[in-house]
């Protein structure tokens, strides 16, 4: 391996865990987003296929089946602060998710996955731009655990507590290796008090 190779794997390597700074606006001074992201509709995943396809899942309820949706579950959607793991056990016998706190579980295929955090996600505002910092974010379906977290973007309306949040994570194991997990979620934002 040359050493022009090695550096370029080792700035991927940095870059890919390297946490953004987020630049306030001038005369804006970038703030911590404390509360919890319900999960509203128009809130879905979408798998995109290593041949730039996307996967369509036959039990979405969605009449573009390329889109799974996805509500709050019973915590009432994305925490800050906290780590919403998962349940013990993890899984029923048929390998349904029973992580239940961050969505509702959802099929996917025939299997409902769920959604888990390990490590309590932070978000910032700035203006109306929000940056998130959910690299710790896990889909679990069929007794499998993926990662799909990443830094996140969107938007924050501080008088409608509307927001909307995107990213994209590559599956790097199991049998959707390769395809990227495409997550959008939307709705209102409940401020600690």
């Known amino acids: 391996m040359t050493n022009r190779i090695k550096l370029r794997l080792i700035a991927a390597a940095v870059s890919a865990v390297a946490v953004p ?7 804006l001074a970038a703030q911590q987003l404390n509360g919890v992201f319900h999960i509203g509709a128009g809130s879905y995943i979408r798998m995109g296929e290593p041949s730039g396809k996307f996967f369509a899942n036959p039990y979405s309820k969605d ?12 915590g009432g959607g ?19 998710s029973l992580a239940s706190s961050i969505i509702t579980p959802t099929s996917f295929t025939g299997i409902r996955f ?4 390990t490590v309590p996600p932070t978000f910032s505002l700035s203006g109306d731009k929000i940056t998130g910092y959910l690299r710790h974010l896990y889909a679990q379906w069929n007794k499998q655990t993926f990662l799909q977290g990443n830094v996140v973007s969107g938007t924050y309306n501080s008088r409608t507590h509307a927001y909307s949040l995107s ?17 959008h979620l ?6 600690s008090r």
């Not at 994305?78 to 349904?96: E, H």
């Open 167 to 183: 990213w994209a994570t590559k599956v790097t194991s199991g049998p959707f290796v390769n395809y990227t997990g495409y997550w």
């Open 63 to 74: 009449s573009n089946k390329t889109y799974t949706t996805i509500l709050s579950g019973t």
């Open 78 to 96: 994305l925490r800050t602060g906290v780590a919403q793991t998962a349940p013990s056990p993890a899984f029923d016998s048929k390998g349904n």
């Open 186 to 191: 939307q709705g209102t934002f409940s401020p």
């Open 114 to 117: 769920g959604v888990v955090t």
């Open 21 to 27: 700074l987020v630049a306030a606006a001038p005369g």
